[in-house]
């Protein structure tokens, strides 16, 4: 039977009970020091007694508003970030995969209203991750990832990987060529 949990993840047998700082406690006492941060998208430690305070504050006020109101709070972090960074604007997203999925749509975009909409291809690292959108996962390159949902993919997004030609030689449809498929054949028709 399929457990609760949909299986995803090959997990290790850790039960981690508390954190500390840098550190993570199992439930046999161990303890470790915590060098993924959640896939380094929680690296802010843990239980450090400002963020306790600041968020248990936050918790006993109000918890969640949508993005239909203004957001002081969400403002004053925009600015710092924007002060902080090269960025000149932010867009706060629930994950990762939101991220790249804005990413991809930005980069689109942007050649879109440059006049150049044929410039849609993406290249990928093989064997990356990046989320469980369509987009992300047509990115990521690893055929465990895309075998079954390629249609998907190919439908939603273009992104191609540098392992495409490894998963293409397997499909019995292959998408369009892209920008680095074509220049590949290009290049080795020049010579
Ligand atoms: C490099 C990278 N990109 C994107 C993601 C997706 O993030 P999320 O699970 O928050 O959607 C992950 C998650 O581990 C990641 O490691």
Redo the contacts with the bound molecule.
């Keep these: 039977m399929i457990p609760a949990v949909l299986p995803t993840y090959a997990r290790a047998p850790l039960h981690f009970v508390k954190g500390e700082g840098s550190w993570l406690l199992e439930e046999d006492g161990r303890r470790f020091l915590d060098l993924g941060s959640g896939?380094?998208?929680t690296a802010l430690g843990h239980a450090h007694p400002a963020l306790v305070a600041a968020l248990t504050e936050q918790a006993n006020k109000l918890w969640h508003v949508s993005n239909l109101y203004e957001i002081p709070q969400q403002q004053a972090l925009a600015e710092k970030l924007v002060a902080a960074s090269f960025a000149d604007t932010v867009f706060f997203t629930n994950?990762?995969?939101e991220s790249?999925e804005l990413a991809v749509k930005m980069a689109r975009k942007y050649w879109y209203e440059k006049g150049q909409p044929e410039k849609t291809d993406i290249l990928t690292f093989s064997g990356s991750?990046?989320?469980?959108s369509s987009a992300a996962i047509a990115a990521s390159g690893a055929e465990k990832m895309v075998k079954g949902s390629r249609r998907c993919c190919r439908a939603s997004c273009t992104c191609l990987s540098a392992t495409w030609p490894h998963l293409r030689r397997r499909s019995p449809t292959p998408p369009a060529p892209c920008w680095w498929s074509r220049s590949r054949a290009r290049a080795a028709s020049a010579r």
Excluded: D
Aim: with cysteine.
């Design positions: 896939i380094a998208v994950s990762g995969t790249c991750f990046h989320g469980r």
